[in-house]
């Protein structure tokens, strides 16, 4: 069975600019959740869609935003990026009951310039 | 605040020792705990988890303990291999609606050979 799917794994953008990041869930998971890692804050709960609805936010700002296809797919979109949004973003997909273990990508490296 | 974390950042073990993570967790209404190792340039991947009804849950090499209590997770790997040098996380699941996991700072575990 294939696993969690991320793309792009590397994106260097500009301050200002606005990015999309894509996740191909593990087939028949239909919980998609997204982490922000970085060295200094760890990994960082963002939110979780499953059927197509966000079902739980974390504490970050409104610049970040997501959604859920369908198919289950993914994608989460950060506007007005920031130098401090540098991180390893992470995607994660689970058969969305409360027990089921989180099962991760490799994430997409991004770097704000 | 609510967090989860471990008791020492980085741990030296020599090839074929047992190695033993600790991990303190401050919710006591959390009632899953799962762990994962993430390799350099890779997503968490999964190893164990448990639940909050129970003490003691084994895998391949790999034993879980959670002691309530004193709100103590820990894991043991047996006859540690180089392969095994990672990061290890703990996680916490207080939602009971989602899969919204409070990670911990990870501990850096070095096999020498």
């Known amino acids: 069975k294939a696993g969690v799917t991320q793309t792009p794994r590397y994106l260097i953008k500009t301050r200002g600019q606005q990015v999309t990041l894509s996740c191909s869930p593990i087939?028949?998971?239909?919980?998609v959740s997204w982490y922000q890692q970085t060295p200094g804050q760890g990994l960082q709960f963002l939110f979780e869609y499953f059927s197509e609805t966000q079902r739980n936010k974390g504490n970050f700002p409104g610049r970040f935003s997501g959604r859920q296809f369908s198919n289950s797919r993914s994608e989460m979109n950060v506007s007005t990026l920031e130098l401090g949004d540098s991180a390893l973003y992470l995607c994660?997909?689970?058969?969305?009951?409360?027990?089921?273990?989180?099962?991760f990508g490799n994430g997409t490296r991004l770097t704000v310039t | 605040g609510e967090s989860v974390g471990l008791h020492l950042p980085t741990l030296s073990v020599q090839e074929g020792d047992n190695s033993i993570i600790n991990c303190a967790y401050s919710n006591s209404a959390s009632d899953y705990f799962i762990w994962y190792k993430q390799e350099s340039g890779k997503g968490p991947q999964f190893i164990i988890d448990?639940?909050?009804?129970?003490d003691k849950r084994q895998g391949q090499r790999v034993t879980v303990l959670l002691n309530k209590t004193v709100k103590h997770l820990s894991l043991q790997i047996a006859a540690t291999q180089p392969g095994d040098s990672a990061v290890y996380f703990c996680?916490?699941?207080?939602?009971?609606?989602?899969?919204?996991?409070?990670f911990g700072k990870g501990t850096t575990l070095s096999v020498s050979s």
């Open positions: 448990i639940r909050s009804n129970m």
């Open positions: 994660a997909s689970s058969l969305a009951t409360t027990e089921s273990p989180l099962h």
């Open positions: 087939s028949g998971h239909r919980s």
């Open positions: 996680a916490e699941n207080k939602n009971q609606a989602g899969t919204a996991l409070i």
